[in-house]
């Protein structure tokens, strides 16, 4: 709201109530400082004026909450000048209070030790002046004031508690004149104890556990609880932790050099098994034929597998899954096919497969049908038998060179309809097992 010239008058005549301009005589004052008048709950309106001049102008009630100021446009440092505070009613009806106050538009100086690094608990920050006008020096955090001196030793008291790790606090020195230089300091604070890493699996027998341990003020002791009885005052835990497999309840205890302490439970599971066998390729029982066979296996581990061999085989160590080996077959019937598989741990064992070797070709005659020359016509039948101790897989009939039919149940039979195809038929019969090994019977030739 303005109320200067020119805005109609009010009714409100009254003359104001105003206490003080907030200065005293003499006052040092800085160009850019804020101060506060006091007056009365009629004032609507004030305005500062410095040397008749340079007027500034705000509401009552800002004027109230944060202060007014005086416009020094003009004026030199280090001089008399006469701040006049008008305290208004209604447009043009105020009140006028004068007081003459002497600039500073000088900043202060100081120092400030320390001006960051780490710090913890309530720590003490020493300001010392390199200006003789000082009149305060404030710590402040996040726009929040924390401690604030106003005399020698200038020492501002901070406690961290509460404060994010990587806090960066205001310091601030003030002179008489209401001037004031900022600077900024940047600290760690290690309230908290160390924090702890450790691996939460680990071997059996009798070995050395490592924990990775971290503070800003370094770590000063620790203690290792397994099962609930103290192991160890070191940094590492020297145990014997078994020769089965096993789950222990670890709690590891540490303090930094400050005394702040932290405590970390966990399970520690002790791997004594070695990797186990969760499917392999090809499967147990498959039939397979020829001189070699190439399989796989798919292994499960706590700590993962590191070497797999297959053992008499033709390939050597695998380290990356899926894990693969090529065996050498030797006559027929079952073979086995051994694995040496480690986990990271070093824990070993031999996980077998099993294949059977077919090398063995089925039986196959014919058992029905023209004979090899005969004269044929119209719809002709031929029949065969095949065997084989591992089963057959199919029997086929080719006419000239090419399958025309399959039959995959015994009582072989198949029908040829001898007009599809010139005055000369050549029949041939093949029987698969189901290792994949065939036979086939001489070919016979028939004439239409």
């Known amino acids: 709201m303005i109320l200067m010239g020119g805005m109609p008058a009010l009714a409100d005549t009254t003359e104001a109530v105003a ?7 003499g006052q040092p004052l800085g160009r ?3 101060f506060k008048p006091t007056f009365g709950d009629d004032i609507l309106a004030v305005r500062t004026l410095v040397n008749g001049a340079y007027p500034y102008f705000t509401t009552a009630d800002r004027a109230r909450d944060t202060g007014v100021m005086a416009n020094f446009t003009g004026v030199a440092d280090d001089t008399d000048a006469e701040v006049t505070v008008e305290f208004y009613t209604a447009p043009n009806v105020h009140t006028d209070l004068t007081t003459k106050v002497h600039t500073d538009f000088v900043a202060p100086t100081a120092t400030f030790t320390p001006v960051g690094g780490l710090v913890h608990d309530t720590t003490t920050i020493t300001a010392t ?7 305060a020096v404030v710590l402040s955090r996040a726009g929040t004031e924390i401690s604030r001196a106003t005399a020698a030793p200038w020492q501002l008291t901070w406690d961290t508690a509460g404060s994010p790790v990587t806090s960066v606090v205001t310091l601030q020195v003030i002179d008489r004149g209401g001037n004031i230089t900022t600077t900024y300091g940047h600290f760690t604070v290690d309230n908290a104890g160390p924090s702890v890493d450790v691996d939460r699996i680990t071997w059996h027998g009798r070995h050395t556990l490592d924990a990775r341990f971290s503070d800003p003020s370094g770590v000063d002791r620790v203690e290792w609880w397994v099962d609930g009885v103290l192991a160890s005052s070191a940094e590492t835990l020297n145990y014997d932790f078994g020769e089965s497999s096993d789950t222990l309840d670890v709690v590891i205890k540490a303090w930094d050099r400050n005394g702040h302490g932290s405590v970390t439970p966990f399970q520690l599971r002790v791997d004594a098994d070695a990797p186990t066998l969760v499917s392999n390729t090809p499967a147990n029982g498959t ?3 020829g001189t070699s066979v190439n399989a796989s296996v798919v292994l499960a581990d706590e700590v993962g597998v590191w070497n797999v061999i297959p053992i008499h085989g033709l390939t050597g160590l695998d380290q990356e899954a899926p894990f693969t080996g090529k065996f050498k077959l030797g006559k027929d019937g079952r073979q086995i096919l051994k694995w040496f598989v ?4 070093s824990n070993q064992t031999i996980v077998y497969q099993n294949v059977i070797v077919d090398n063995t070709k089925p039986t196959l005659t014919v058992s029905s049908g023209p004979k090899n020359g005969a004269k044929v016509k119209g719809t002709v039948k031929i029949g065969a038998k095949a065997a084989d101790k591992n089963g057959i897989a199919k029997v086929q009939l080719l006419v000239n060179g090419k399958v025309v039919a399959t039959d995959t149940k015994a009582g072989y039979a198949f029908s040829i309809n001898t007009a599809k195809y010139g005055k000369t038929i050549k ?8 290792a994949g090994n065939v036979v086939a019977v001489p070919t016979r030739v028939w004439h239409r």
């Open 129 to 135: 002046p390199q200006s003789d006008d000082v009149a």
């Open 19 to 25: 206490n003080s301009t907030g200065l005293t005589e």
């Open 427 to 434: 029949i041939a019969i093949r029987a698969y097992d189901r």
């Open 287 to 289: 039939l397979v034929r």
């Open 342 to 345: 480690e986990d990271g741990f």
């Open 32 to 34: 850019s400082v804020y």
